[in-house]
């Protein structure tokens, strides 16, 4: 029974941090990459960072040099650690995970309910 349940959203203002987490539980996080995607109005759905099975993460251009995603194996836990927060950073962020490739794509197997940031002033 695999799961991800992620936490940590909020309402923060433009230039802010949050991190966000993404527990796993039926499985490893090292065994899987893990992805964080965000959904809004006006984009739809996109992917905002991965973290590969070999540790190799991959982000969003639009988020490069802001956000950082990480694991910690012991808590086998993901982290989205954003910075800089913008306003267009706003949406329902989801953790998802995948076994099928060792990278994130659009079809990952299993996702979590989502945590709703909103980057307001």
């Known amino acids: 029974q695999l799961q991800v349940v992620e936490s940590g959203g909020g309402l923060v203002r433009p230039g802010d941090s949050l991190r966000l987490s993404c527990l796993a539980s039926?499985?490893?996080?090292?065994?899987?990459?893990i992805g964080w995607f965000r959904q809004t109005p006006g984009k739809g759905r996109e992917g905002v960072t991965c973290?590969?099975?070999?540790?190799?993460?991959d982000y969003l251009q639009a988020v490069y040099g802001r956000f950082t995603t990480s694991r910690d194996t012991a808590k086998n836990t993901v982290y989205l650690e954003m910075n800089d927060l913008k306003p267009e950073d706003s949406g329902v962020y989801y953790c998802?995970?995948?076994?099928?490739?060792?990278?994130?794509?659009?079809?990952?197997?299993?996702w979590g309910k989502g945590t709703e940031v909103t980057v307001s002033s």
């Open positions: 039926g499985f490893a996080v090292d065994d899987y990459a």
């Open positions: 998802a995970a995948d076994r099928k490739h060792s990278f994130c794509t659009s079809n990952m197997d299993y």
């Open positions: 973290i590969q099975v070999d540790g190799t993460p």
